[in-house]
């Protein structure tokens, strides 16, 4: 049995350190997971330039992993040892307002593994049992890595309200505007639109299916939309994070409908309030996800119904962690998501 093991920590800005410690036990109420694949994300990326609001150094960065339950603490009853699964990475109080009428995913002291508690960079990690999700046997666990960020699309179509027939919008074609895109077809959307500035973004959105697709650098988003969608659309997600991209949801929305802001914005940007208030817009937030929209999400990638292993753009083992983000930066681009191989045996 394996002693000592793996874990990359980001000790200081650009700087990851690759070091053995020992295997960890589970304490009670925990299980500890033998980590196989962990997505990188943008925010990953933000912490690595200590560009991370929220974010202390030193941490193990990773939230969006997958891997094989390899021992229970005590008192841990549900799980089974040697099963598949995934984790939420969220951590919550139990007893804030949200947490107690079950919107716990805006906990008041919310804290995520990989930012302000440990993440999953390492072999063998510990974790609350409750936070765990068993998988199909059969399922991959590269594709599994991926749940996380469709449970953030998911959780943002729940906060549309989508019922199915709806016409999207969809402004962004990074990692999660893709799933988004796919994710509200598979919950019974019509059809989807998407937006962005990169074609190569574009093509991607073509290849998984995505209805129309705008350059905006190109054409006018307004009169594309009209084109395609001439009662616009029922709903508009926001999923970049810029001004010019809000300033354009609000002013592309038909009157009376919602706009859900998915993109985090590090700066205030300028908005049309007038039109919020005159055109009777809703401007919704969703933040993270909860269990059920991770099942949910899970159900899409096993079933098919969405497509994610075009999102992979390269692969890197847990020991090349820094050059797997000197790669992100130098393909900014071309990459979607960066699967890291954590397991090293
Ligand atoms: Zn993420
Ligand atoms: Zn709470």
Do not use: W
Request: aromatic share 6%; charged share 25%; with cysteine.
């Amino acid at each position: 049995m394996k002693k000592r093991i793996l874990r990359a920590v980001l000790i200081e800005p650009e700087k990851i350190l690759i070091e053995e410690v020992d295997k960890p036990l589970p304490q009670k109420g925990e299980a500890l997971i033998k980590v196989e694949k962990c997505g990188v994300c943008g925010s990953d990326i933000h912490a690595y330039y200590g560009k991370h609001p929220f974010t202390t150094l030193p941490v193990v960065q990773g939230h969006e992993f997958s891997g094989v339950i390899a021992e229970l603490g005590e008192g841990v009853s549900g799980l089974t040892v040697g099963k598949k699964v995934v984790v939420e990475p969220s951590l919550v109080c139990g007893k804030c307002y949200q947490c107690r009428s079950g919107r716990y995913n805006i906990c008041d002291e919310l804290r995520v593994m990989g930012f302000q508690a440990p993440g999953a960079y390492i072999e063998y990690f510990p974790v609350p049992a409750e936070k765990v999700i068993m998988l199909p046997d059969d399922m991959n666990l590269e594709l599994a890595a991926m749940v996380e960020p469709t449970a953030v699309g998911v959780h943002a179509a729940t906060r549309a309200g989508l019922k199915g027939g709806e016409n999207v919008i969809v402004i962004g074609a990074g990692p999660i505007g893709l799933l988004l895109a796919q994710v509200t077809k598979a919950l019974g959307a019509n059809k989807v639109l998407i937006a962005d500035v990169i074609d190569a973004r574009l093509q991607k959105a073509v290849e998984l299916g995505v209805d129309y697709i705008v350059n905006v650098q190109k054409q006018n988003l307004a009169e594309s939309v009209h084109r395609v969608f001439p009662d616009g659309a029922d709903v508009i997600f926001e999923a970049v994070g810029k001004e010019a991209t809000i300033r354009d949801a609000i002013e592309t929305a038909r009157k009376g409908t919602k706009i859900v802001v998915v993109g985090v914005f590090p700066s205030d940007p300028k908005v049309q309030m007038g039109l919020v208030q005159d055109r009777e817009l809703e401007l919704v937030g969703t933040l993270m996800y909860m269990r059920p929209d991770f099942e949910v999400a899970v159900n899409l990638i096993y079933s098919g119904k969405i497509n994610v292993s075009p999102l992979i753009s390269a692969r890197f083992n847990m020991r090349e962690l820094q050059k797997a983000y000197k790669y992100i930066e130098q393909n900014k681009d071309t990459t979607l998501k960066v699967i890291i191989t954590v397991a090293q045996d």
